[in-house]
């Protein structure tokens, strides 16, 4: 698949970030820390798409830096429970 023929899911994906952003929310209230890690990391990866897509550095830059922090988080916190 193409970026053309991923576009057409855009919204879609826009709708699927923000529910996960809303689970993520409640997951850091709630104190669950690894499931906000695991819904925050697809969201992040979904918002670099959307910069790539529409050709916005800012958010796409942010969103890797914001990825990679994730991956950290979620590495660290499975070697820390190990």
């Not at 057409?8 to 409640?26: D, M, P, V």
């Not at 790539?52 to 988080?73: C, D, H, M, T």
């Amino acid at each position: 698949m193409t970026y053309a023929n991923l576009a057409r899911y855009e919204q879609h994906l826009k709708w699927l970030a923000f529910t996960l952003g809303l689970c993520s929310t409640i997951s850091i209230v709630q104190n669950w820390q690894l499931a906000a890690m695991l819904l925050g990391l697809p969201f992040c990866l979904i918002w670099v798409y959307c910069g790539w897509l529409r050709a916005e550095p800012q958010l796409k830059y942010i969103n890797i830096v914001f990825s990679a922090l994730y991956l950290y988080g979620i590495a660290r916190y499975l070697v820390l429970a190990a």
